[in-house]
T-cell receptor, first 114, second 110 residues
């Protein structure tokens, strides 16, 4: 069974640009959550999707958005990039998104904003 | 004060030593996760606990709900155990949001 796949692995953008990151969950998983990891802040929750619906959102500005498709693949978009958006973006999937389920993580997308 | 606190922040030990990493939290939770992150970013979920104790190989995780505390133990530590260990809690009254500890960087010397 293939794991969680995130693309691209690395990305370099300049301030003001926008970026779209992709996450393909494990086959059969319907919940996808996104996290931002920076050296200073650690891991922070961005949002979670289940069956194409956003169930919860963390404390990030509206420049951060996401969506989930009918095949459970999810995309995350960041508009008007700022230097502080440089981070490792991780997604995780779980089967039904139940509170007692383990999470399976992708390898992440390392975003550098210049 | 952070809602999830891990200790120690950094830990260096010799191969073979018994390792304990602690996680304390101040919120109501439905579950607690222990995860491992190796250099390069990949995160692996080790345990998901809502009560008691779980064991997998040389790893043992315990949780005390009343005291709001969890520990991750590694027996007979090995250099390949070197990684960052992260504790994360799933809030009880939230829609599946996870709050993360800052992580414990573990280095096991041969």
């Amino acid at each position: 069974k293939a794991g969680v796949t995130q693309t691209p692995r690395y990305l370099i953008k300049t301030r003001g640009q926008q970026v779209t990151l992709s996450c393909s969950p494990i086959s059969g998983h319907r919940s996808v959550s996104w996290y931002q990891q920076t050296p200073g802040q650690g891991l922070q929750f961005l949002f979670e999707y289940f069956s194409e619906t956003q169930r919860n959102k963390g404390n990030f500005p509206g420049r951060f958005s996401g969506r989930q498709f009918s095949n459970s693949r999810s995309e995350m978009n960041v508009s008007t990039l700022e230097l502080g958006d440089s981070a490792l973006y991780l997604c995780a999937s779980s089967g039904a998104g139940r509170r007692d389920e383990k999470l399976f993580f992708g390898s992440g997308t390392q975003l550098s904003v210049l | 004060k952070n809602e999830v606190e891990q200790s120690p922040q950094n830990l260096t030990a010799q191969e073979g030593e018994f390792i304990t990493i602690n996680c304390s939290y101040s919120v109501g939770i439905s579950a607690l996760h222990w995860l491992q992150q190796h250099p390069g970013g990949g995160i692996v979920s080790l345990f998901m606990l809502s009560s008691g104790k779980k064991k997998h190989g040389r790893l043992i995780a315990t949780i005390n709900i009343q005291e709001k505390h969890s520990s991750l133990h590694i027996t007979a530590s090995h250099p390949r155990d070197s990684a960052v260990y992260i504790c994360a809690v799933r809030l009880k009254d939230s829609n599946y949001q996870l709050i993360w500890g800052a992580g414990t960087k573990l280095i096991i010397k041969p």
